[in-house]
Nanobody, 121 residues
Framework: EVQLVESGGGSVQAGGSLRLSCVGNRYTASMGWFRQAPGKVREGVAAIARDGNSKYADSVKGRFTISRDNVKKELYLQMDNLNPDDTGMYYC??????????????????WGQGTQVTVSS
């Protein structure tokens, strides 16, 4: 069974940076980050395949960077130039069944508990 734990969330001023991490207990081929703000649907933020290729939502391109360490079984999300629209609960997601770049939550079987990110103006 895959277990995921996120960390690194917090409160920052607009223009600031945060680095999120997600540690798993086994290797998974596909991994991604999702977020959900109050009153909004959960959306895919970034995805990464086992070979390191990545994909981003248009809203975060140029500001966020996803990466992974397959030895440590860890996933990261570097978030720069944050703005209040980035506020929300961020979730780590993973799936062992396939390798690809997926921003749809239906593609992932395993999820972490989430870490809160709050950006003030």
């Amino acid at each position: 069974e895959v277990q995921l734990v996120e960390s690194g969330g917090g409160s920052v001023q607009a223009g600031g940076s945060l680095r999120l991490s997600c540690v798993g207990n086994r290797y998974t081929a596909s991994m991604g980050w999702f977020r959900q703000a109050p009153g909004k649907v959960r959306e895919g933020v970034a995805a990464i395949a086992r070979d390191g290729n990545s994909k981003y939502a248009d809203s975060v391109k140029g500001r966020f960077t996803i990466s992974r360490d397959n030895v440590k079984k860890e996933l990261y999300l570097q978030m720069d130039n944050l703005n209040p629209d980035d506020t929300g609960m961020y979730y780590c997601a993973a799936d062992w069944r396939w390798s690809g770049l997926f921003l749809e939550d239906s593609r992932y079987e395993f999820w972490g508990q989430g870490t809160q990110v709050t950006v003030s103006s």
